[in-house]
C-alpha cells in the first residue's frame, strides 16, 4: 500500500463506518492530481465491493457554495448506484456523520460521451432533465478541509435523490430554485446562480472527464452543483427541493 492507497483506504472506511477522520492534508501535503488519485481508489473500493458507478457530479459551480465552503475551484465527483435513493424515500440519519442537502439539477445522458463537447452540441447526449437533491457528508470532523481534501474525499457526495424526469430544454438558465424542511423555505436561489446556466456545468464535465479519462455514459446521470448553501439534516424531517419548471423532489429524513 503506499501513501495514496492509505489515504483512499482512510476516506473509503470512513464513509462506510459514518466515522469522520482528520483531514488528509494534516501533516502531508498532496497535490490536486494525487487527489483525483486519491479519489478514484476510494472508489474503486466501492466497485470491488460490487457498487456500480451511475455518474458524475459537480461541486462549487455557484458563489454560494464556493463562499460557504472557502474554497474557490470547481471540482468533480463519481456517483454509484449505492448512492441512489428513490424519489420520497427514507435516508436514516445513522449512515452518516453531519450530512447537509442542497438543491440541484440533474442531467441524463443518452449516449456515449466521447471527449469534450461544445455547449451548443450537448442536447444530442441528453434526453432527461431533473430537479434533484445532493446530500453531502463531509467524511472530515467539522466538515472542513482543502481543496485537495474535498476531492480525495468524492467531494464529499454521499447520497442524491432525482425527481421526475422531464424533457430537456435549452432554457433552464433562470429557474428559481428552493429548499425546505418540513414545508419551511431553508434556502433559495437560482439555476442562474450555477455557472449561469447549469448546462455549462455539463459542458465543464465533459471537460473534465475527457481530462481526467473518466467516460460519461449512456445512462450516466450529472448533478450539475448546488445553487444554494447547503443545509444540516435534522431528524424526523421532510426534506424538499423544488426547481421552477422541473417539478419537486424529497426525500423523509429518519433518526
Ligand atoms: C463539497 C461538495 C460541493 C456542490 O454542489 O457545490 C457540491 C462540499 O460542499 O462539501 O456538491
Ligand atoms: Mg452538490
Avoid at 459537480?58 to 435513493?85: C, N, Y
Avoid at 447526449?125 to 474525499?153: C, M, P, T
Avoid at 455539463?202 to 449512456?218: D, N, S
Wanted: glycine share 8%.
Amino acid at each position: 500500500m503506499d501513501k495514496l492507497d492509505k489515504m483512499a483506504a482512510a476516506v473509503d472506511i470512513a464513509a462506510k463506518e459514518a466515522q469522520a477522520i482528520s483531514q488528509l492534508s494534516i501533516g502531508t501535503s498532496f497535490s490536486i492530481e494525487d487527489a483525483y488519485e486519491i479519489q478514484k481508489r476510494a472508489i474503486k473500493r466501492r466497485i470491488d465491493r460490487g457498487e456500480n458507478l451511475i455518474g458524475l457530479k459537480m461541486g462549487f459551480t455557484s458563489e454560494a457554495k464556493m463562499i460557504q465552503m472557502g474554497v474557490h475551484d470547481m471540482i468533480w465527483g463519481r456517483l454509484t448506484d449505492s448512492m441512489l435513493i428513490e424519489n420520497g424515500g427514507e435516508l436514516s440519519l445513522g449512515n452518516f456523520i453531519h450530512p447537509r442537502a442542497e438543491p440541484e439539477v440533474c442531467f441524463r445522458i443518452s449516449k456515449d460521451i466521447e471527449g469534450e463537447i461544445p455547449l451548443k452540441d450537448l442536447d444530442e447526449y441528453v434526453d432527461g432533465i431533473a430537479a434533484a437533491i445532493e446530500i453531502i457528508d463531509s467524511r472530515f470532523e467539522n466538515f472542513k478541509f482543502s481543496l485537495e481534501d474535498v476531492v480525495a474525499d468524492n467531494c464529499s457526495s454521499s447520497a442524491l435523490v432525482i425527481g421526475k424526469w422531464q424533457k430537456p430544454s435549452r432554457d433552464i438558465g433562470d429557474l428559481k430554485m428552493t429548499q425546505s424542511f418540513n414545508n419551511e423555505m431553508v434556502a433559495e436561489g437560482s439555476s442562474a446562480d450555477i455557472l449561469g446556466d447549469p448546462w455549462k456545468s455539463l459542458q465543464a464535465a465533459t471537460r473534465l472527464a475527457e481530462q481526467y479519462g473518466e467516460p460519461i455514459k449512456e445512462g450516466h446521470v450529472i448533478m450539475a452543483g448546488a445553487a444554494t448553501a447547503a443545509v444540516f439534516l435534522k431528524p424526523d424531517s421532510d426534506v424538499q427541493a423544488d426547481v421552477e419548471r422541473l417539478g419537486s423532489v424529497r426525500i423523509q429524513v429518519i433518526n
